[in-house]
T-cell receptor, first 119, second 113 residues
Framework: AQTVTQSQPEMSVQEAETVTLSCTYD???????LFWYKQPPSRQMILVIR??????QNATENRFSVNFQKAAKSFSLKISDSQLGDAAMYFC????????????????FGQGTILTVHP | NAGVTQTPKFRILKIGQSMTLQCTQD?????MYWYRQDPGMGLKLIYY???????DKGEVPNGYNVSRSTTEDFPLRLELAAPSQTSVYFC????????????FGEGSWLTVV
């Protein structure tokens, strides 16, 4: 079974600064997907960014980028120019790339990192 | 657009009671899921469905039942509620062509006392 570990229960950053959230995972599979989700106090789950394991290029979405190290099984999230609205719980998640959609929605989540943004 | 709608949003149950969490989606998605999120933890998959009439267990199915009689609806039944089932429950759905875009409901807060 796959496991996802987020070793930072809490992180803080000053507004406009950069912060990196860590995530490691354990799997014996070669093809899979990795995700970062944001959960603000409203509890809504918001997809921030995703990475396909077979793609070497790191994914980016505006101020959000990842550092994907497949051999090290590491998937960190970098938030640049942090904004007050970035304050939330962030979850790293893993999904196998099962054939025919058999793995759809079967996400394994880490325990989360609470990000505080100071003005 | 309604998306994924869950009801109720909040509920307090007594130990041993039963209840159903309702979930409906209006996006014609084939896949639907139920997750639970315990305090300070990530989400864990309870049950999922790949289409009407087809359901299967996820990681933590004990104490729950589901049905999928229509594409739109995927209710989660709690039988004999226990304090360990105090959690936030999320229903979600996705389209068969894109398993990486999952639409989540807003969550249902359940407390068992």
């Amino acid at each position: 079974a796959q496991t996802v570990t987020q070793s930072q229960p809490e992180m803080s950053v000053q507004e406009a600064e950069t912060v990196t959230l860590s995530c490691t995972y354990d799997t014996s599979e070669s093809d899979y997907y990795l995700f970062w989700y944001k959960q603000p106090p409203s509890r809504q789950m918001i997809l921030v960014i995703r990475q396909e394991a077979y793609k070497q290029q790191n994914a980016t979405e505006n101020r959000f980028s990842v550092n994907f190290q497949k051999a090290a099984k590491s998937f960190s999230l970098k938030i640049s120019d942090s904004q007050l609205g970035d304050a939330a719980m962030y979850f790293c998640a893993y999904r196998s790339a099962g054939a025919g959609g058999t793995s759809y929605g079967k996400l394994t989540f880490g325990q989360g990192t609470i990000l505080t943004v100071h003005p | 657009n309604a998306g994924v709608t869950q009801t109720p949003k909040f509920r307090i149950l007594k130990i041993g009671q039963s209840m159903t969490l309702q979930c409906t989606q209006d996006m014609n998605h084939n896949y639907m899921y139920w997750y639970r999120q315990d305090p300070g933890m990530g989400l864990k998959l309870i049950y999922y469905s790949v289409g009407a009439g087809i359901t299967d267990k996820g990681e933590v199915p004990n104490g729950y039942n589901v049905s999928r009689s229509t594409t739109e609806d995927f209710p989660l039944r709690l039988e004999l509620a226990a304090p360990s089932q105090t959690s936030v429950y999320f229903c979600a759905s996705s389209y068969w062509e894109d398993g990486n875009t999952i639409y989540f409901g807003e969550g249902s807060w359940l407390t068992v006392v």
